[in-house]
T-cell receptor, first 109, second 113 residues
């Protein structure tokens, strides 16, 4: 079936640490892949996307590469900040978005 | 340029009542999708509207229905509310013929008591 599996949280890091949040997907065909971020009490904001294999999406220091061979789209950031604390959702799309369960990230100063 | 606008932002309803949520899509977008996000969970797809027709539907009962108007705005209706319908309801719009240009609204927080 079509699904998205994310690394379970919560994840707690210190400021300036390296971040990886794992995401794998199953799908027929070649979906577009996304990372969305949700701050407390708010809706979803698109963080980055990749629409075909080997594409790298990047934004605000975050990166993720569409890996068809491993069906993965892991989110990385080299040096996190307190302001990055939020819930992160991986998603895939054919004609609708299918989301992972979310990973809550907390960055301590 | 306004993004996706949802109303109301919060509301409280009693079990058995009916509710209507509203969504205005981003300018230039013609497709509207609705999602339900329970506390601590990822959003779940309810349905999608295009050209005033329901194009796709997720695994939700018939108590959930929708409508899209000629100006592309949309409503989500839920009848016979259950306590389990308490959630954040998110609307997303997307432009013609794209499967990656989704823009989300801030959501409507529905509490059923």
């Amino acid at each position: 079936g079509n699904s998205v599996t994310q690394m379970e949280g919560p994840v707690t890091l210190s400021e300036e640490a390296f971040l990886t949040i794992n995401c794998t997907y199953t799908a027929t065909g070649y979906p577009s892949l996304f990372w969305y971020v949700q701050y407390p009490g708010e809706g979803l904001q698109l963080l980055l996307k990749a629409t075909k294999a080997d594409d790298k999406g990047s934004n605000k220091g975050f990166e993720a590469t569409y890996r068809k061979e491993t069906t993965s789209f892991h989110l990385e950031k080299g040096s996190v900040q307190v302001s990055d604390s939020a819930v992160y959702f991986c998603a895939r799309s054919a004609q609708k978005l299918v989301f992972g369960q979310g990973t809550r990230l907390t960055i301590n100063p | 340029d306004a993004g996706v606008t949802q109303s109301p932002t919060h509301l409280i309803k009693t079990r058995g009542q009916q509710v209507t949520l509203r969504c205005s899509p981003k300018s230039g977008h013609d497709t509207v999708s609705w999602y339900q996000q329970a506390l601590g969970q990822g959003p779940q797809f309810i349905f999608q509207y295009y050209e005033e027709e329901e194009r796709q539907r997720g695994n939700f009962p018939d108590r959930f229905s929708g409508h899209q108007f000629p100006n592309y705005s949309s409503e989500l209706n839920v009848n016979a509310l259950w306590l389990g319908d308490s959630a954040l309801y998110l609307c997303a719009s997307s432009p013609p013929a794209q499967n990656y240009g989704y823009t989300f609204g801030s959501g409507t927080r529905l509490t059923v008591v």
